[in-house]
């Protein structure tokens, strides 16, 4: 069974820019949830989506945006972006919810802003 | 907000030392889930508890949901060195069980 899959792996973008960030669930999974991960940080909630709505979303600016597709594959866009925007953004699915569920990560795309 | 800590941030230790992480959370949790990340990877799942003073064993690792249901402890017996990474606790925000809060983190370094 394949896993959580990210792309890309690396991005690199310069500060106003905007950046596009793709995940694909496992298959059957219907919620994606998305995380940043600055370095030597822990893991910052950014959005949860299920069944093609996004379903809640953490403190960030309205900036951070996404959607999901029918597939249930998903993508974050952060718009106007910051140097301080700068980290791995990870994305998870689950079978259910997240705080019932365990959650698998994908590999992580890494965001550099300069 | 409710909030997740974790002490210690950084742990050193030599191969075969025992090794404990504790998390606290400022709120009650219905349940909680440990992940483990490796340097350069992603979390992974380790375990998830949800009794009030459960205790589960996998293998070296040892893991404890408090009484209160406000902590929990992961402890590692004669560590060795797959063991580094960095350990999460995680839990329910606000009551709902739509998003989990992670915990700052304990990053164990075992030196062999």
């Known amino acids: 069974e394949a896993g959580v899959t990210q792309s890309p792996t690396h991005l690199i973008k310069t500060r106003g820019q905007q950046a596009t960030l793709r995940c694909s669930p496992i298959?059957?999974?219907?919620?994606v949830y998305w995380y940043q991960q600055a370095l030597g940080l822990g893991l910052q909630f950014l959005l949860w989506?299920?069944?093609?709505?996004?379903?809640n979303r953490g403190n960030f600016p309205p900036r951070f945006s996404g959607r999901q597709f029918p597939n249930y594959s998903s993508e974050l866009n952060v718009n106007a972006l910051e140097l301080e925007d700068s980290a791995l953004y990870l994305c998870?699915?689950?079978?259910?919810?997240?705080?019932?569920?365990?959650?698998?990560f994908g590999p992580g795309t890494r965001l550099t802003v300069l | 907000g409710q909030q997740v800590m974790q002490i210690p941030q950084y742990q050193h230790v030599q191969e075969g030392e025992d090794f404990t992480t504790y998390c606290n959370s400022s709120?009650?949790?219905?349940?909680i889930q440990w992940y483990k990340q490796r340097p350069g990877g992603h979390p992974v799942f380790l375990i998830q508890?949800?009794?009030?003073?459960e205790v589960k064993k996998q293998k070296r690792l040892t893991f404890q949901f408090g009484e209160a249901k406000k902590n929990s402890s992961l402890h590692i017996t004669a560590t060795q060195t797959t063991d580094v990474g960095t350990y999460f606790c995680?839990?329910?925000?606000?009551?709902?069980?739509?998003?989990?809060?992670f915990g700052t983190g304990t990053l164990l370094a075992v030196q062999p």
């Open positions: 998870a699915s689950s079978l259910g919810l997240a705080g019932d569920n365990e959650q698998f």
């Open positions: 298959s059957g999974h219907t919620s």
């Open positions: 989506y299920d069944e093609g709505e996004e379903r």
């Open positions: 709120t009650t949790l219905s349940n």
């Open positions: 508890l949800v009794k009030s003073g």
């Open positions: 995680a839990g329910p925000y606000g009551g709902a069980t739509n998003k989990l809060i």
